[in-house]
């Protein structure tokens, strides 16, 4: 029954896609992102889940005249060049039979990103899209946090399956989303949706905390200082986040106080190792090939050649030496553009539009959006996350909200300037002086094509 009901929804939401082609973004981010199909049925695991919705969102982007060009600013286009790369690398693998089927799954991402960033193109449609968001992950860190209260903790929250199916790609997930749920809480005119927002917000970082992932613990606390640093009301968020600290982390048991405590004694942990000794090997690759080693490295010969000792071969650990590794200096140079220009996406909205009362909201999303960035530039440091959907949607929301709210302002500046013009023209100079520079500025905004 319940994936009876499963495949209806899918089918109606394929189905509406055609007519509202934006609608099918979501969809697609809903299903890449929360892996409803695996998460909830058990036949509907098999299910050409994503390739249905893919295909009837590009059927639909074609039938459709309101959509936009996505390849516009920086950040889009750093993205672009990224994805080119991605394609010249791919011959040069050490195995492209085990490299293709991960290129293909990227390219699957970055084509729907681009097809995402085409068809939303105003503030609704967005705010649906981090809702989208927000639900999809949501619902792991409020079920993983009530789960943690209920168990003291000894248990570890795992994920649904996908991108985040361990504990420590969940725990990054959620953490990425908790500042989006704090931007809707912001913006939502009812207070028991913001109430609510509010209990996912703790429960998702409870949720975060019993995965027991050490990287998250960091990513945590760095988005948490830089959020009290950001706040107008340091004392308050700071008081809040120390009591919350002192009421929770006390409850938790001794195995999870033993694994953040290696932290301090990384020389000593097995894990850590590892980790130092792939972070090494990839640094030794990306010096012999340009191109790197193609999407699969983590094979033995690899480790043979490159390994500075004898060791298993592992995965990277960490988004900057897996890209390094994978495809070269190029590589890992075009994954941190992607980021510096989100983020100076994301600060050109807080800067611009924080005294505006009309387009707060985008200063708003602006710095979420960086808060979000942070957990994953430090979480990230500790995982092979580089493909992840997650942070090129980061992306994504901060280049689609610069473009519509400066629509948003022009249109605000031309109504002002319709509105002065309605009034006579003034007696005084300076004032006829100002009626006709305003005459002007209404003409050239009306003229624009």
Not at 8 to 26: F, K, Y
Not at 374 to 381: C, D, E, Y
């Amino acid at each position: 029954m319940r994936d009876l009901v499963l495949l209806l929804l899918l089918v109606g939401a394929c189905v509406w896609t055609l007519r509202r082609p934006w609608v099918g973004a979501i969809t697609w981010t809903v299903v890449s992102l929360g892996s409803p199909h695996a998460a909830f049925g058990f036949a509907a695991a098999d299910w050409p889940v994503a390739t249905a919705v893919a295909v009837s969102t590009l059927v639909g982007i074609l039938l459709t005249t309101d959509r936009a060009n996505p390849f516009v600013g920086p950040a889009p286009l750093a993205v672009l060049a990224l994805t080119i790369w991605f394609c010249i690398t791919l011959p040069f693998s050490f195995d492209l039979e085990l490299s293709l089927p991960l290129w293909e799954r990227s390219m699957k991402i970055f084509l729907m990103l681009f097809v995402t960033m085409a068809l939303l193109n105003t503030r609704k449609k967005l705010d649906v899209f981090v809702w989208s968001m927000v639900l999809s992950i949501g619902y792991f860190g409020v079920k993983g946090g009530l789960f943690t209260l209920a168990t003291g903790g000894n248990y570890r929250i795992w994920g649904p399956g996908g991108f985040i199916g361990g504990n420590n790609e969940l725990a990054l997930a959620l953490i990425m989303t908790i500042p989006m749920m704090r931007y809707l809480q912001l913006q939502s005119p009812s207070k028991w949706i913001r109430r609510g927002l509010v209990c996912a917000m703790a429960l998702s970082a409870i949720a975060a905390i019993g995965t027991y992932s050490r990287g998250a613990l960091l990513g945590m606390a760095s988005m948490l200082l830089f959020f009290v640093w950001r706040s107008d009301r340091k004392f308050v968020w700071a008081t809040a986040i120390v009591l919350f600290a002192v009421l929770l982390l006390p409850l938790m048991p001794d195995t999870w106080w033993e694994r953040m405590g290696t932290i301090r004694t990384y020389g000593e942990d097995n894990s850590a190792q590892g980790r130092l000794t792939a972070w090494a090997m990839a640094w030794n690759l990306a010096q012999d090939r340009l191109m790197g080693g193609g999407f699969m490295v983590a094979l033995p010969f690899v480790y043979a050649i490159y390994a500075p000792e004898a060791t298993t071969s592992l995965v990277a650990h960490s988004i900057y030496f897996q890209l390094m590794g994978e495809h070269g200096f190029i590589g890992l140079f075009l994954f941190l553009l992607v980021g510096v220009l989100t983020w100076i996406d994301a600060a050109r909205l807080r800067r611009t539009y924080a005294q505006n009362a009309d387009l707060k909201w985008a200063a708003d999303l602006g710095s979420m959006m960086q808060v979000s960035m942070i957990g994953f530039a430090v979480t990230g440091a500790f995982l092979s996350m580089a493909y992840f959907d997650l942070p090129y949607n980061v992306m994504a929301i901060s280049a689609l909200a610069l473009r519509i709210a400066s629509r948003e302002a022009a249109k605000g500046a031309a109504a002002r300037n319709e509105e002065s013009l309605q009034s006579p023209r003034p007696e005084s100079a300076l004032d006829r002086d100002r009626y006709d520079r305003a005459a002007v500025a209404h003409e050239s905004v009306s003229v624009r094509p």
